[in-house]
Structure formats: structure tokens, C-alpha cells
């Protein structure tokens, strides 16, 4: 598994590459003689008669999965470099390891197209880990953060924080087009142009833009909106109209919910699924009427790392600096916070 948040650090850092991906093996508390992992992907969920169409990825054989309950939590498909295409530790290693040693090394600037989350965290991480690398940031909107329902002042300090920790800010930048090109001592750049007329030459070209969506083309139809997410009820069950919906959960990015997708949320989400199946266990063996959580919507919030600091927006307003980034990231972004609070116990070496 992979520490997809911390991916931007990834990106930067072999080293910390090496911690940001464990193999399930490797995670003691879940080495259970009850608990069977199968790597591969999910073609098809029948909900009418609970069985799973899984293709592993080892073997690349089709098996099936009867199940009692069903919780989907596939996310996002989201594109490279957004998050890394790697299906076993050995090639993430490469895939993030040959995109890391390209940027670090760089002599022109590497420049970072998209000012989301994502692009933001990506071009302050690298410039954070080797202050010699010119990083640009290039945003097609007059604010970064555009795409989000988050107020402006939310916005603005994620653009000063970038700017403060030495990553250069094109605001009203839209990419044109970029052509590979050979500099006078032979090493590969780019001519890159933007749609108003800027021209620039980098050594790297990260594109943060792609639209991602949610994985869930193995579902019937008739669970998800016309974007693809999932229409949970509140209590993370599927839709009425489905067959056996009580039986079939899903949580995370891939439910149709109000909020900006986050670890948080999804974390939650799962851990509600998990106690509203064991409700249902308990009606089921003892009679007793469920006692379902419910999620209730989730207003605009972020917690945004943008170097050695961090901005927050949440019920209690806006909060940034170093403290935030300590409080919401500690020094690996996430990693640790995530796992303890996975109760997974002794992180690995
Ligand atoms: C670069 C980056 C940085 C982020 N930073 C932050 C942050 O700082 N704070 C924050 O709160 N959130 C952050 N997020 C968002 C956060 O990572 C997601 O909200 C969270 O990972 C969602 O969890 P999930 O379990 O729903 O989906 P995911 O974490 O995407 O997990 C889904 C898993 O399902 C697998 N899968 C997909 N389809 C199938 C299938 N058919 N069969 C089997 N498996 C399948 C995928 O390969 C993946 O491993 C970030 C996201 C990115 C990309």
C-alpha cells in the first residue's frame, strides 16, 4: 500500500520513497489467519448475487469471491504523476526513483503545471528538498486552490507560503504546449509556451492537471451519478434500488458526498461502513435493532503542506505556518499520524 498523501514527498525523495510504500506482509497486525489479501483488481461486483469477478494481477486468472457484505473503497483513478501507476513496490521504486533523481538534478527550472492541491504540494516539497532547483509553479486561474470551494484568503496564503519557501508563481499561466528540445551541451529540455504569449525553457515538465475519476466502472450503473460516484445513503449503504444494498458499502473518494476529498473523510467513512456491518451482524445473530452511524455534510476543508509550512481552513477558521504543518503532517508528511491512527503499530524500517 501506498502513502498516497505523501506522494508530492515522494516524488522528491528517494529515501523517503523507500518508507512511503509497505507491502501488506509487512504489516504485522494485519497478519491474520481470518484476513486474505488478494492483489488485483475488482471487474465486476453482482450485487444480486454477492459475488465478486476479481482478475488477479500474480497470476492474471479471472477467480470469484462470494461475500457476506461487500464495502467498496477503490478512490480515484488519477493519472501519473498525480500518484504513481506502480503495482508492486519494486516498480514504484523505479517509476518515483528516476522521476526523483530528473528533478533534483535539474539545472533549468522544473516547472509544475496546475495550481491544485496536488501541483501546489509537488512544487513546494521539491523546492523545500533542494532549495538549488528553480521550481515554477504555472496556474491557469488568477488564484491557486481555483477549483476549490474554499474562501479567498485560504487561496492567497497557499500562493504566499509557496512564494515564501522560493517557488516561483505564474498566476493566468495556461499552458499552450511544450516541445522537447536539446540545450548547447546536449542535455533534453523543453520549450515551453503559454496561451499568453510567455515562453519559457525547463528541464521537466510535471503535469498536476489531470481531472480524475472515481473507479467504479466494476458497480451497476444504477448506484452512481451520471459523474461515476457512488450515491451512498448516510449511512454508507448503497442506494435502495440496488439488490441486497443493505449488504454493500462504499466509502472514501469514490461516494457522491459533499466536502473536498480528503485521508480524513475517507478514513471515517471506512471505519462507519466497518461499525454499521457489525450493527447489522448483531440484528442479524441477536435480533438487536441497528444502531447506524451517520455521516452528515462535510463542509469545505483542507490541510494543505506547501514546504516546511502548511495552511488548515475548517470550521475554526484558517490556521498557518510551521505548527500547522507539525500538527497536520508532522515531518513525513502524514505517514506516521496515518498509521498510528490506523493502529498498524511499529512503523516499519
Ligand atoms: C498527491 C496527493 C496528495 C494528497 N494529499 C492529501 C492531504 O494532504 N490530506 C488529505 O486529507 N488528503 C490528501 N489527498 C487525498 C487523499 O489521498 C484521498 O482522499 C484518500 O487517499 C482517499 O482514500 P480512498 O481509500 O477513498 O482512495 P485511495 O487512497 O485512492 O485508494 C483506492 C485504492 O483502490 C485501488 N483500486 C482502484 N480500483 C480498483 C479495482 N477495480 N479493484 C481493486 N482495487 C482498486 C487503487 O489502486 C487504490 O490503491 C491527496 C491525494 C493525492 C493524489
Redesign the pocket.
Known sequence: ??H?????LAMASREYAEKAWVEYKHVKVLQRPNVTFIQ????NVDCENKKAT??EHKTQKTREESYDFFIG??????AWP??PQS?TREEYLVEVGTHCDKVVNSTAPVLVVGGG??GI??AAELKYLKPSVHVTLAHSRDKLLSAEPLPDMVKDCACELAEQGGVEVLLNHRLAGHTPVKSADGSDLYEVEFTNGHKMTASEVIM?ISR?VP????LPQQALNSEGYVNVRPTMHFPVEIPNADAHFA?????NWSG????????H??YMAAVNIHQTMLQQLHGKEPEFLKLSEIPPM????VGESAVSYGTDGMNYGPQVMRL??EED??FRIVWDHLRLSGVPK
Open positions: 500500500m501506498d498516497l498523501i505523501g506522494s508530492p488485483g483488481t475488482v471487474a476479481i482478475s473503497t477503490t478512490g480515484l483513478r488519477r498525480v500518484a503495482l492541491a496536488v504540494e509537488m498536476a480524475s473507479s467504479t466502472s466494476y466509502a472514501g473518494d469514490m461516494i473536498i476529498k480528503r485521508c480524513g473523510g475517507a478514513l467513512q471506512g483542507i490541510g494543505l503542506a497536520f503532517f508528511l502524514g
